[in-house]
């Protein structure tokens, strides 16, 4: 069964720094590629980041130079530093298992780590 823990979210002024971390079990985590995705109040679920089992990384262009996806693969476990932080990342962010540029939510997610930008 997979299983995806999402922590690391909580309150933070504009322009502070948050790092994500997201410990998964259940699958073969260094051949899985894995993605960040999050859902502001409101809207759908957005892709955020991917990164392959290989470190490749790709971004969506509002995080592009303010995040930064990474992976242990001694801990199982994917990271998502979140710099420069603006009102407009409030949302909670998920984990996924998967190359997930096109989020849904029959893919497989943690639960949710919530992060609020805000003065």
């Known amino acids: 069964e997979v299983q995806l823990v999402e922590s690391g979210g909580g309150l933070v002024q504009p322009g502070g720094s948050l790092r994500l971390s997201c410990v998964a079990s259940g699958f073969p985590f260094s051949s899985s590629a894995m993605t960040w995705a999050r859902q502001a109040p409101g809207k759908g679920l957005e892709w955020v980041s991917s990164?392959?089992?290989?470190?490749?990384?790709t971004y969506a262009d509002d995080v592009k130079g303010r995040f930064t996806i990474s992976r242990d693969y001694a801990k199982n476990t994917v990271y998502l530093q979140m710099n420069s932080l603006k009102p407009e990342d409030t949302a909670v962010y998920y984990c996924g298992k998967g190359w997930l540029t096109r989020p849904s939510r029959s893919d497989d997610w943690g639960q949710g780590t919530q992060v609020t930008v805000s003065s």
């Open positions: 990164i392959t089992s290989g470190h490749g990384t």
